[in-house]
Structure formats: C-alpha cells, structure tokens
C-alpha cells in the first residue's frame, strides 16, 4: 500500500471504484492513442519515480522549477485510475513540494490537475493524467487575472446538496 494511504480510506476506495467502474461514461483512449501519448513514451529526464509515477521538468513551464508528476500508466483522468496509482503518484508529488521548498527555496507551490476531453489534443493538451507542480513567489502574478464569480447562498446550498 502506497506509504501515506491509510489502509480503510484504501479499501474503502477500491470498493467504491469497483461499484462505480461500470457507471463511468467517458471514453476510452484506443490502444494507439497510448502508443502516440508522449507520456507513455517519455525521453525526457526523468528526475524522480515510484513504481506508479515519474517527476520531469515541464516543457512550456510558467517559472522555474515548473514540474509535472505523470503516472506511467495511462489514464485520461483521475476517475480512472486505481487508488493505489493515485496515492502512489501523490506521494511523488509531496515529495517533490518537499524538495522544491527545501532544496530551491521556494515560497510557495500551486498544485494543478487539468481535465478538458472538450479541447483537442496539442503541445499544451495531453490526454494522460499528470500533476502540475507549480513553484510560487510573492507578486509572482501567475493568476492575478483571474477573475472569482459570486454565487448566491441558494445557489451554494444547491451544489453542496449535489454533490454530497
């Protein structure tokens, strides 16, 4: 079991995935898809890896020191993947926050999982999971643009029902 997963949130997990797997409806990458995927077919350095997961540096990063943790084996989003992929692949993302703070001094650090079946695939979009590990400074301004949106008590009241 992944080092950080406690054992009942990991059996718990596994259950619900097995009851679920079958209800899930989003489509399935054909084999050729993975054999494209330039995560399954990495030749970039590879800084640090598990058995689940591997670290190299972001191709078009937003700083320095911009990093993305990438399960070897594909899946197109979080829903996915087995728990033990998941815990393993976070684990390998704390342990590269962890680095980053300690060893490049970093201030802070923006973590970031993007899912868009609806964008085609580029340079910049990449059908296979991965983690953004993003180093952050004071007035670094990476998101200053970003505009919140206010929602109405009701409106929340709603979602919280939904979703729970």
Known sequence: MPKGCSRNLSDTMAKKEKATAAKRNHARIPAQAAQSCP??????????SNRYAYVIHDKHPYVEG?????PKKHFESIMEM?????????ALV?????????????????IRQN????LNESHLVVRHVHFHIIPRAPNDNLY?????IS???LRKEEL?????
């Open 115 to 118: 899912w868009a079946p609806f």
């Open 151 to 153: 929602l109405p008590d």
């Open 160 to 164: 919280v029902k939904r979703l729970k």
């Open 66 to 70: 911009h990093l993305l943790v990438i």
């Open 39 to 48: 995560f399954c077919n990495n030749t970039d350095v590879v800084i640090a």
């Open 82 to 90: 087995d728990t033990k992929t998941l815990c393993s692949t976070m």
């Open 144 to 148: 200053y643009k970003v505009n919140r």
């Open 94 to 110: 704390k342990k590269m926050e962890k680095r980053l703070v300690e060893r490049l001094g970093v201030s802070g650090i923006t």
